[in-house]
């Protein structure tokens, strides 16, 4: 079996549909892990939404979907006026407008997400989050962490279980080992051996004019693929 991990989306839904159609995971044989951030910034966040739960319905009990910065936004039952400010200045509207087309409004997701958003996903040699980690087990970071924290993953002072995230866009993915120092950018099309430790980010910054990136994770080895923003 594949484990399929893409990053975030952020309302590119034609991005989504041409990386699936390289990447090609298929029922009953792959798990797909969506990593979080499916809304905001883009224009095509209803279609995205579609999309995503065409795959649930789908891949059932293979489908994953990590709580983002954006969903966390949306599923909260009440923000502060900081937290409206930001989510306004990432994109809010942008969701907003997609819905409205079509008649119907954004806050109709909340109860799909509330079923399927997760914090974490492990397996045997790897595990997922949106944001960040600062140490083992998963379990005792706060949501903070998670789902909101964009300086942990740079300090690159976690040297624990290989861990795949999103949430900082990037040009390139990269591997950060956990020594303080060393990081790697790892490329399209490389079939490597998976790291047995640190962070690697596949935020390649779809929604800022980046691409989206997914991680094909198979027999302890991985490649990356990705597609243009729009």
Same mark, same amino acid.
């Given at each position: 079996? @594949?484990? $399929? ?8 839904? %034609? ?6 159609? &390289? $990447? ?21 966040? @209803? ?7 065409? *795959? ?8 994953? /979907? ?8 949306? /599923? ?15 994109? @809010?509207?942008? =969701? #907003? ?19 399927? $958003?997760? *914090?974490?996903? @492990?397996?045997? +040699? ?7 980690? &600062?140490?083992?087990? !998963?379990? #005792? ?19 624990? &279980?290989? +861990? $795949? ?11 950060? =080992?956990?020594? %303080?120092? +060393?990081?790697? #950018? ?18 390649? %910054?779809?929604? &800022?004019?980046?691409? !989206? =990136? ?9 490649? /990356? /693929? ?5």
């Amino acid at each position: 079996m @594949r484990t $399929v991990i893409i990053g975030d989306i952020h309302g590119y839904n %034609g991005s989504l549909c041409s990386l699936l159609n &390289k $990447v090609k995971p298929e029922v009953g044989q792959d798990k797909l892990v969506f990593l979080g951030d499916l809304f905001d910034r883009g224009p095509e966040s @209803r279609e995205v939404y579609q999309t995503v739960k065409r *795959l649930s319905e789908d891949f059932g009990n293979e489908f994953i /979907l990590l709580r983002g910065n954006h969903e966390d936004y949306l /599923l909260q039952p009440r923000l502060t006026r900081r937290q409206h400010m930001i989510w306004d200045h990432v994109g @809010r509207q942008a =969701t #907003v407008n997609s819905f409205r087309k079509v008649g119907e409004a954004m806050e109709d997701t909340i109860p799909w997400l509330q079923e399927h $958003v997760q *914090l974490f996903w @492990r397996a045997e +040699t790897i595990q997922c989050v949106h944001a960040g980690i &600062k140490v083992d087990p !998963l379990e #005792v970071n706060d949501i903070q962490t998670l789902v909101h924290n964009h300086d942990i993953v740079p300090e690159n002072h976690y040297a624990g &279980k290989l +861990t $795949v995230t999103g949430h900082i866009a990037l040009e390139e993915a990269i591997w950060f =080992t956990g020594d %303080g120092e +060393t990081t790697e #950018v790892i490329r399209d099309g490389e079939l490597r051996n998976l790291p047995e430790k640190g962070v690697l980010c596949i935020d390649t %910054g779809c929604g &800022k004019g980046g691409r !989206l =990136t997914a991680m094909i994770v198979q027999d302890e080895k991985f490649m /990356l /693929l990705s597609e243009a923003e729009g």
